[in-house]
């Protein structure tokens, strides 16, 4: 029933796809475009599919936390505010306009299987498959986008070859995805779009990046890899055409991170592109089963993401091997360990911060642990979620200062980067949060009320800096971008501090600047970080206007 089959809209005018040696399948730009201009849309993905763990949080249709504004924000738990569906208990929404959309395109599909679990939720990737089998076999799928689908790339010769527990894992989720679905697939077939889901599929994530579950069209699948990518991938946004409005819920959008030629290949990461050389290159293999030869890797492991901080203290002993790197690189394979592991519960962070205070010790003891170097950023991040779910806005303060002034401009050279733009938005949200508890320093009360002035000074500044940055060159079409603006817009009658950064804005600027890298000094002097690594990090600058 062809007309069945929800309307797709899609853009990608400014690419064309051919095969090249050794790449397989490639994306290029058709002609010159500037930075975060949008190069592909899709509004449906073929595979769309929540964390298991965000089912109890997130709308199941359009995935935001809560049904009022959308607005990103770093509240923690806001399911109280979705309902459940009464069929499988299973499955959360805002209200009953987002559950019939969801329920007439793919939910009454699924209802009854998985209320059949229920309270067994079957994990995120076969939840994926089986639903996109029940959309095949109901006739609501594009019948071109389902031969696309099979003849993307899936590993599968070398994932048979390899053998072992991997194997042996995917022959048993593809056994239960076909016993669950009911389908009369092949189970070779359902083996194929399991394999095609690993190796193709986007990590979904939230405006402020929050990873919430998967997402896959076969048309954006056919971007490559490149550890200094020219691309990113954002959700949540409209075609470049289109009036502000509502953006489809799991669209996905394709933007350039630099200025791109006419020609030039376009390329995602599909790796924290921050790792260390061995670091990528090992996972790059293990799940996508190539060797990356961009400009990054060619450079091989002499670059900022690989060294440790050469000091005069660094002794070699009469053999000439490196006592203090050694040590060194030991404490940093600890630290690598436990952000492993608290990676693998993610929601208990808040239980973990004692134990991401002490290991950010060690490597501050090193004294030759760049604050930029894998794994430290990723472990303060990790502290900072665990701090905002315990409430403990002050600190998260301090540590979403770090990683926005002193660790993501040395990883992430743009100003506009996602990740940069995100921490940004964190950073607002607490300063707002500081401010409307009423935080008090722990000092006399005229320190407590500088403090107070200051954060509502510097929340006006990081509003205007953050609506200049989105403004600024190519505008991109999403619900962040909306937030922003409306942040903005209403700041004159939130903020009694307005009318003060108004009149002086030049003196404001810099007096909060000066004033947030104090705290983020004081912060890691107090964690124990020498001056000379805190000095390697202060390429942040100390301006709050866009470049
Ligand atoms: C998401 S697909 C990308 C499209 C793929 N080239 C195709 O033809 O379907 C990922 C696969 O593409 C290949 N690939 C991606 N980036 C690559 C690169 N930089 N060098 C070599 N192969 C790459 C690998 O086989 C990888 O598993």
Redesign the pocket.
């Known amino acids: 029933m062809a007309s069945d089959v929800p309307e797709q809209v899609f853009q990608d005018t400014n690419v064309y796809t051919r095969r090249t040696p ?5 994306t290029f730009c058709s002609k010159n475009v500037k930075a975060k201009s949008q190069l592909m849309y899709v509004a449906k993905p073929l595979i769309v599919a929540l964390e298991t763990a965000e089912l109890l949080t997130h709308c199941y249709f359009c995935f935001r936390t809560s049904g009022e504004s959308g607005l990103p924000s770093y509240s923690l738990e806001q399911a109280r505010s979705l309902k459940t569906c009464s069929g499988c208990k299973v499955v959360r929404f805002c209200d009953q306009k987002c559950q019939r959309q969801a329920w007439s395109a793919y939910h009454r599909l699924e209802c009854k299987l998985f209320a059949r679990l229920h309270p067994r939720i079957l994990p995120t990737n076969v939840r994926g498959i089986v639903r996109l089998l029940k959309q095949q076999e109901a006739g609501k799928l594009a019948e071109g986008e389902w031969v696309r689908l099979l003849a ?2 899936a ?1 599968l010769d070398q994932l048979r070859k390899e053998g072992g527990e991997r194997w042996e894992d995917l022959m048993l989720m593809a056994q239960a995805t076909k016993s669950y679905s009911g389908s009369e697939q092949s189970l070779e077939l359902i083996l194929r779009l399991i394999c095609i889901l690993t ?2 599929a986007f990590t979904l994530t939230s405006p402020t990046l929050d990873p919430l579950g998967l997402a896959l069209h076969p048309s954006t ?6 550890c200094d990518p020219n691309a990113f991938v954002r959700f949540q946004v409209l075609p470049a055409s289109q009036q502000p409005g509502f953006a489809e819920p799991g669209g996905i959008s394709i933007h350039a991170l630099r200025d791109i030629s006419k020609n030039e290949e376009i ?1 995602l990461s ?1 790796v924290d592109n921050t790792l260390p050389l061995e670091n990528r290159r090992g996972e790059l293999m293990e799940r ?3 060797r ?3 400009n990054l890797c060619a450079r091989g492991s002499n670059t900022t993401r690989d060294n440790l901080h050469q000091t005069n203290s660094m002794l070699s002993d009469q053999n000439g091997s490196n006592l203090l790197a050694s040590k060194s690189l030991r404490v940093g394979r600890d630290a690598i360990a436990l952000l492993l592991d608290i990676e693998s519960h993610p929601g208990m962070e808040q239980t973990r911060v004692d134990d991401l205070n002490s290991i950010m010790a060690d490597l501050a003891g090193t004294a030759v642990w760049p604050l930029y170097r894998y794994p430290w950023p990723q472990l303060r991040h990790l502290l900072l979620l665990g701090l905002l779910s315990s409430n403990r806005y002050s600190e998260a303060l301090s540590q979403s200062a770090i990683l926005m002034r002193a660790v993501y401009p040395v990883m992430h050279e743009q100003q506009h980067h996602p990740i940069r733009m995100a921490q940004l938005w964190v950073l607002l949200s607490i300063c707002l949060y500081c401010l409307e508890a009423g935080i008090q320093g722990d000092g006399s009360i005229g320190e407590a009320s500088s403090r107070f002035r200051m954060l509502g000074l510097l929340h006006c500044v990081l509003i205007e800096f953050i609506y200049r940055v989105s403004h600024e060159g190519a505008r991109i079409n999403g619900a962040f971008e909306d937030s922003i603006d409306q942040a903005y817009k209403t700041i004159a009658s939130v903020s009694s501090f307005w009318p003060e950064y108004q009149q002086k804005k030049g003196t404001v600027i810099k007096a909060t600047a000066l004033w947030l890298d104090n705290q983020i000094h004081d912060q890691l002097r107090k964690e124990g970080v020498s001056q000379e690594i805190i000095d390697l990090s202060s390429r942040g600058g100390a301006t709050l206007t866009p470049s």
Do not use: Q
């Not at 050794?22 to 490639?26: D, E, L, T, V, Y």
């Not at 699948?221 to 490149?226: I, Q, Y």
């Open positions: 050794g790449r397989g399948n490639a993307l790339e590993h190796v193709n699948a056919l971007l490559n890899h490149s390329t599909y996508y089963f190539f990356c030869s961009c």
